[in-house]
């Protein structure tokens, strides 16, 4: 585990549109890039726990995004999915990375969907394979990836309705704590440390006042349904679920519902975990991660490509 002060000094920050958005890099300096993508309401710092066995196999980029953790929480902001995929492919390509892999979880499989609907319709544009920013796998953990089948808990319901602004007002740590003991699994409850931390990056930069905001990604899920699950249906690149199955809100239910809807699909089970499968079962969760990149043949780059389609 890594406390959260020592995960933020090694951050760094990005200028995204004029807003501040926190972003960390670590691992191994010429690995494969690995995106790391956090959910709600919570921030990078969700992957405290497997950063570090990650990072001994690949280039690791991770970051707050807008609305989130130490990253800014503009009140005047829509928080669309499309914009926080804008973010980071901002960002990747400052950074100079053209081939990427994701490890995404909940909201943040959704920005991956539209990540994905993006390469695949680059992929089809391009035929002669020199887009400089390519997905190359996909993993996905507890995501709320059918509309249909996601089942929010109270306190998201109530956020979308007319009350939002005042729920989100009158968010605390005891509310936060209760919520999130009820999604994570019975014997894997987050610990007192956790929700100290979760809370004190919830309430940075006013963040428990834009919340009633970032939750409208449940309704951009149901508009944007056949881009998105068509994303996964489509996906050019192999595509993985790691899942903690006691999940009340996207749980077994989805996993079922990823079955009928995904060909062939990948899928690892994870029983008695709740929604934070990289917080409960950290070591399981990179197990399942590393079997699932280890049967993947290694990508051609880039570069690579461009030295054949040159030749004459």
């Known amino acids: 585990m890594i406390d959260l002060n020592d995960w933020r000094s090694a951050g760094a920050t990005f200028n995204f549109s004029g807003r501040s958005i926190f972003t960390r890099r670590g691992g191994q300096e010429g690995a494969p890039p690995l995106l790391l993508i956090h959910g709600f309401p919570t921030s990078s710092w969700d992957w405290n726990k497997v950063w570090h066995p990650?990072?001994?196999r690949y280039s690791l980029y991770t970051l707050d995004m807008l609305g989130f953790g130490d990253s800014a929480k503009p009140r005047d902001c829509a928080y669309l999915i499309a914009q926080q995929a804008d973010l980071i492919e901002a960002w990747l390509s400052s950074e100079g990375i053209q081939e990427y892999h994701v490890l995404a979880h909940d909201y943040g499989a959704t920005v991956t969907q539209e990540l994905l609907a993006r390469d695949n319709s680059r992929r089809e544009d391009d035929r002669q394979g020199r887009c400089r920013l390519r997905i190359q796998t996909v993993c996905l953990l507890n995501g709320g990836l059918f509309p249909e089948t996601h089942r929010p808990a109270l306190i998201q319901r109530l956020l979308l309705?007319?009350?939002?602004?005042?729920?989100?007002?009158?968010t605390s740590k005891a509310k936060l704590a209760s919520n999130l003991q009820e999604i994570f699994g019975e014997k894997t409850p987050p610990s007192e440390q956790e929700i100290e931390s979760f809370w004190e990056l919830i309430r940075c930069n006013n963040g428990d006042r834009?919340?009633?905001r970032l939750i409208g990604y449940m309704t951009q899920r149901r508009k944007n349904r056949a881009r998105w699950v068509g994303a996964l249906q489509q996906a050019n690149v192999?595509?993985?679920?790691?899942?903690g199955i006691a999940d009340p809100i996207s749980g077994a239910h989805m996993v079922a519902r990823f079955r009928q809807?995904?060909?062939k699909p990948n899928i690892t089970e994870l029983s008695g975990i709740g929604h934070y499968p990289q917080l409960e079962a950290p070591d399981a969760m990179t197990e399942a991660y590393f079997t699932f990149?280890?049967?993947?043949?290694?990508?051609v780059t880039a570069e690579q490509r461009e030295l054949v389609t040159a030749q004459p």
């Not at 309705?161 to 009158?170: A, Q």
């Not at 990149?293 to 990508?299: F, K, M």
């Open 293 to 299: 990149r280890d049967g993947v043949p290694e990508q």
């Open 54 to 56: 990650l990072a001994e």
């Open 238 to 243: 192999p595509v993985k679920l790691v899942n």
């Open 261 to 263: 809807l995904i060909d």
């Open 161 to 170: 309705s007319p009350l939002g602004p005042l729920v989100s007002r009158l």
């Open 210 to 212: 834009v919340m009633h």
